[in-house]
């Protein structure tokens, strides 16, 4: 098997394909602990499907590369989500499904109005990372580790400010801001992921190490830590179970 | 009021003066319930208005954030997790946190919400000792009337956000009327 895995790993496209995967799983595992704990789970979901939504609609309008309408798309979607907190009248959760429905069933009007993109919607849905364009794998590279940089920077502001929102504000941290640096965050790996993981899946990357390390272990440091380990021993994991098949 | 004082609520009127490092601890949120933080971190959280660019604590923060831990006898007990304290604990470390953020004022809302009188209590006289020995004013909003009333030295009662009275406790009658 290891020679099956040496000779794979020889071939440009899985080369590049494994280190787009590894910084993606990475970069969401890590934004999944900020997501988990603020109790937005469901947000990866969602904004995959508005993603999905974008994606096909840009698609059938016949732009070149869609992934550049998408990006700031699903960050303005994540802005929004963010901003709903429980003090309003549509609760975050309701809000959440209600975009993500709405964007679906754009997306899939879109695309049984125009005949002829069922293998792009596949690729869409369940994503495939063979698939990627040396295009798309560069601005995966770049955006996974400029958010990593990003997380690492703002690591202690983001744990205040997720613990405990009034008191950030009230030690004079913007808060609203370090929340749509989040929501931005998340809305760039979701459209990179996309491609990898597809609408359905891409919440997997994120919220799954992020609730493992928690049932695990106490402190936050520990916890995001566990998580990016978690993150690359599943990618691998997976990665194995694809060649057995 | 309190949210005026910290700027949480921009829909007042009129000028309020403001010192930049406030201790503020404010009521419990749900999110705390199961976050995975060990005391150490939380009150270390505290420092994070002194040097907001750096990306990591400095040492002095954490000899501070130390001293404070020693001072309320949690620091032996810094790595558990912040959740699966006591409430009276919960409190006691989110104190602490308040008092790395400043060294002049804290301001408290509802600090002895749910926790039984004798815990409550602790919290009361942890307070009257921290304004005692260290020179810090104490700034609290409570239900628990009787008690306030005991630890205080000036009182402002708000009914419906109108202010019905201000001074010392003992003059302090209930509602406008003779206790």
Aim: hydrophobic share 50%.
């Amino acid at each position: 098997m290891i020679e099956i895995m040496t000779e794979m790993l020889s071939h440009a496209f899985i080369q590049r394909a494994v280190l787009v995967g590894s910084l993606v799983s990475l970069c969401a595992a890590l934004l999944g602990v900020s997501l988990v704990l603020k109790r937005y789970s469901m947000i990866g979901d969602g904004l995959s499907h508005v993603g999905f939504g974008i994606l096909t609609i840009s698609t059938v309008l016949g732009v070149t590369s869609p992934l550049y309408i998408a990006i700031p798309g699903v960050a303005i979607f994540a802005i929004i989500l963010l901003k709903i907190d429980n003090n309003s009248r549509v609760k975050s959760d309701s809000a959440i499904a209600l975009i993500s429905s709405s964007a679906l069933a754009i997306g899939v009007a879109v695309t049984s109005v125009t005949t002829g993109m069922n293998t792009d919607v596949c690729n869409f849905m369940f994503g495939s990372i063979l698939a990627m364009s040396k295009g798309d794998v560069i601005l995966s590279v770049i955006v996974s580790i400029v958010v990593a940089i990003l997380f690492f920077v703002y690591y202690r502001k983001l744990f205040v400010v997720t613990f405990d929102e009034n008191f950030a504000k009230a030690s004079g941290l913007k808060a609203k801001r370090y929340t749509n640096i989040i929501a931005v965050l998340t809305a760039l790996i979701i459209v990179i992921g996309m491609r990898m993981m597809g609408v359905m899946l891409i919440s997997s990357i994120i919220i799954f190490p992020a609730l493992t390390s928690m049932r695990v272990f106490k402190t936050y440091k520990s916890v995001v830590i566990s998580s990016a380990i978690i993150s690359m021993i599943t990618f691998w994991l997976r990665n194995l179970f694809i060649l057995c098949l | 009021m309190l949210k005026c004082i910290l700027d949480l609520n921009k829909g007042y009127t009129g000028e309020i003066e403001k010192e930049k490092h406030i201790g503020y601890l404010p009521q419990k949120s749900e999110i705390q319930a199961n976050f995975p933080a060990s005391i150490e971190e939380v009150v270390l959280s505290g420092t994070i208005a002194n040097h907001p660019q750096n990306i990591f604590y400095n040492k002095e923060d954490k000899e501070n954030a130390k001293s404070v831990m020693q001072k309320l006898g949690i620091y032996e007990m810094r790595k558990k997790c912040f959740a699966d304290l006591s409430g009276g604990q919960q409190q006691r470390v989110l104190i602490a946190r308040s008092l790395c953020a400043t060294k002049k004022l804290i301001i408290l809302d509802e600090p002895t919400n749910g926790l039984d009188p004798s815990i409550a209590r602790q919290i009361y006289e942890l307070l009257r000792d921290l304004k005692e020995k260290d020179n810090i004013t104490i700034l609290m909003v409570s239900h628990d009337i009787e008690r306030a009333l005991t630890y205080a030295d000036n009182v402002i009662e708000l009914i419906n956000g109108e202010i019905k009275f201000v001074g010392k406790p003992q003059d302090f009658q209930f509602g406008g009327e003779k206790k």
